[in-house]
């Protein structure tokens, strides 16, 4: 059973620090990995994707891939109130499949 | 540009009540899932679908039934409501998963309460 896991949170970050999502995955064949945000009532979006080992930028939100460690994070810099949400780890599950993790809760304080 | 449109929105159903959702795409993806989200939870697959006539169960199926008889269309339906399928269903659909840009398009969801 190949699973995606994430700490529930609340996790919360005063505005303008650094807010650090982990997820751990069991397969040590996965090759790609999803960060999606959802707001409250709203469907997922994805904000990153990453496949190699290392670090990706996109703006304020960087990727980070360890396959060895079976880990992938993500970092908000600079956050801000409207980066509340629940953000979804995902790795892929089976054929064209994806497996989410339950997903952490981020507030954003000011 | 449509994307990924479910119906209803929201619904209310008493126990032992059937209904379907519907799901309906544009973008001519062979894939097309249902997922459901119980509060503070993440997204369990119920069924998935890699093409017109073919479908298959995904982690939660017991309950729910799927049809695809064409690209654009995969509804979900609910035979015998039951308390525990009090959700918030989610439609998507796929090109490919190991499309950088989108791997999945998701529908704004159903809000479903049974009662």
């Known amino acids: 059973q190949k699973e995606v896991e994430q700490n529930s949170g609340p996790l919360s970050v005063p505005e303008g620090a650094i807010a650090s999502l982990n997820c751990t995955y069991s397969?040590?064949?996965?090759?790609?990995f999803f960060w999606y945000r959802q707001y409250s009532g709203k469907s997922p979006e994805l904000i990153m994707s990453?496949?190699?080992?290392g670090d990706k930028e996109d703006g304020r939100f960087t990727a980070q891939l360890n396959k060895a460690s079976q880990y992938v994070s993500l970092l908000i810099r600079d956050s801000q109130p409207s980066d509340s949400a629940t953000y979804l780890c995902?790795?892929?599950?089976?054929?064209?499949?994806?497996?989410f993790g339950a997903g952490t809760r981020l507030a954003v304080h000011p | 540009n449509a994307g990924v449109t479910q119906t209803p929105k929201f619904r209310i159903l008493k126990i032992g009540q059937s209904m379907t959702l519907q799901c309906t795409q544009d973008m001519n993806h062979n894939y097309m899932y249902w997922y459901r989200q119980d509060p503070g939870m993440g997204l369990k697959l119920i069924y998935y679908s890699v093409g017109a006539g073919i479908t298959d169960k995904g982690e939660v199926p017991n309950g729910y039934n799927v049809s695809r008889s064409t690209t654009e269309d995969f509804p979900l339906r609910l035979e015998l409501a039951a308390p525990s399928q009090t959700s918030v269903y989610f439609c998507a659909s796929s090109y490919s998963i190991f499309d950088r840009d989108q791997p999945q398009h998701f529908g704004d969801g159903t809000r479903l309460s049974i009662l």
């Open positions: 995902a790795a892929p599950g089976g054929y064209n499949k994806l497996i």
């Open positions: 990453i496949y190699s080992n």
């Open positions: 397969d040590r064949g996965s090759q790609s």
